[in-house]
């Protein structure tokens, strides 16, 4: 059986009738950007986060880029950014023109380490991105606790975990902006680029209303240098529909990572951990193996892909070389990079592959020392999964 990574073509197969719907409704009314649908899908996506304001933009390094740029952070500036992320969140940092210093995460959840964070502040130092990295929330109230002790300002980068919930609370609503994207692999995605910002600050909603479309708020009075990054109405009609199948969705992963996180044994690997106050939205499931490339040959051998998130981290890849970064500044970091594997995972894979990659994993049956943070406790607070 050939086990595919994602598929993609399977959400739009489940969700055809509307989509056509939407796509025609669209096509029909003549207006094909910033009209009704980005309006509705804003109201709707800031209701579902708990905010009070939602601004589409082009994608999610446009998302994060435009809040860091709205507070006004640019040259001479230092973001605190994860060490442990996807290369978009440095990027929107050095694209507004700020330096990104990063920290090692924590070595259970691979997030940022926020007992790591004070050591990384100078006077230049304006604000934290967090990641809730493979949909996991970050541990939001340590890090905006040193955020009020420094007068930092705490960006969510939210991009691989919408509809996550951190002791109550959606992501987006965690720090005082977050920044979404709805690239088609995340778990609300679009079928093209998509991304948006979530604010309870009505200044920073309206700065980046207008740094969006060209800085203006009035057509063609322009206050500002802005951009043209704009969430188009076929976009928005298309994540109005999807965005009613989230919970839904995101309920289906749950259940295969349940199904993974009982059956994968195997001192050889480590598989995620969830601190209790955390609900995921496993946007990637992701294990460790100190033979990683080994078992990933392995598994394609037996027709199962699987992706690497990521393979070089940002700080020793070449677009950050300028930076002056050596091998061994962030341990860990390297260490992950060199261990993680994400396994198939999706709103449309069926139980029973699932089982056929546990069988095949636990089979490939390499033994090595236990690796910190496998898995021992109860992964979630009613306890009930495991
Ligand atoms: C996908 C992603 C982004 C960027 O989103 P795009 O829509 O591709 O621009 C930013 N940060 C993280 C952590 C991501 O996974």
Not at 94 to 121: F, H, Q
Not at 166 to 183: E, P, Q, V, W
Not at 320 to 342: C, I, M, Q, R, W
């Amino acid at each position: 059986m050939h086990i595919p990574f994602l598929d993609l073509k399977a959400t739009y197969r489940e969700l055809q009738s509307e989509c056509d719907v939407a796509y025609h409704r669209v096509m029909e009314s003549g207006w094909y950007i910033m009209g009704d649908e980005l309006r509705h899908f804003e109201d709707e996506f800031a209701r579902y986060c708990g905010v009070k304001h939602c601004i589409g933009v082009g994608n999610g390094l446009e998302a994060l880029h435009l809040v860091l740029r709205a507070w006004g952070i640019g040259t001479g500036d230092e973001v605190i950014v994860p060490a442990n992320t996807y290369i978009a969140t440095w990027l929107a940092v050095t694209y507004a023109g700020a330096r990104p210093v990063p920290v090692e995460p924590e070595p259970e959840t691979y997030n940022l380490d926020s007992g790591k964070i004070a050591a990384a502040i100078n006077q230049n130092t304006k604000a934290i991105i967090a990641v809730h990295l493979y949909g996991q929330p970050a541990d939001m109230d340590a890090i905006n606790s040193i955020a009020r002790q420094y007068h930092l300002k705490v960006l969510e980068d939210a991009a691989q975990a919408q509809g996550a919930v951190y002791k109550g609370r959606h992501t987006g609503n965690l720090g005082d902006a977050a920044g979404f994207s709805f690239y088609p692999g995340k778990n609300l995605g679009a079928f093209g680029d998509a991304g948006a910002v979530t604010t309870n600050d009505d200044v920073v909603a309206a700065k980046i209303r207008s740094l969006r479309n060209y800085g203006s708020k009035i057509k063609y009075s322009n206050e500002v240098q802005g951009f043209n990054s704009r969430l188009d109405e076929l976009q928005a009609a298309f994540l109005r529909v999807k965005l009613k199948h989230l919970d839904e969705w995101n309920r289906r992963r749950r259940s295969l990572a349940e199904i993974y996180l009982q059956k994968l044994n195997g001192e050889n690997l480590s598989v995620p951990y969830v601190p209790e106050w955390a609900e995921p939205v496993w946007h990637q499931f992701v294990i460790r193996s100190r033979s990683r490339d080994e078992l990933q040959r392995y598994l394609k051998d037996k027709e199962i892909e699987t992706l690497i998130h990521y393979p070089i981290p940002p700080h020793l890849s070449g677009a950050y070389h300028d930076l002056g970064f050596k091998a061994g500044n962030f341990p860990l970091t390297e260490l992950l990079a060199n261990e993680v594997l994400s396994l198939p995972i999706g709103p449309h894979q069926k139980i029973n592959m699932a089982s056929t990659v546990i069988q095949t994993v636990n089979n490939y049956g390499k033994v090595n020392e236990p690796l910190p943070g496998t898995y021992t406790g109860t992964l979630y607070p009613d306890g009930k999964n495991i």
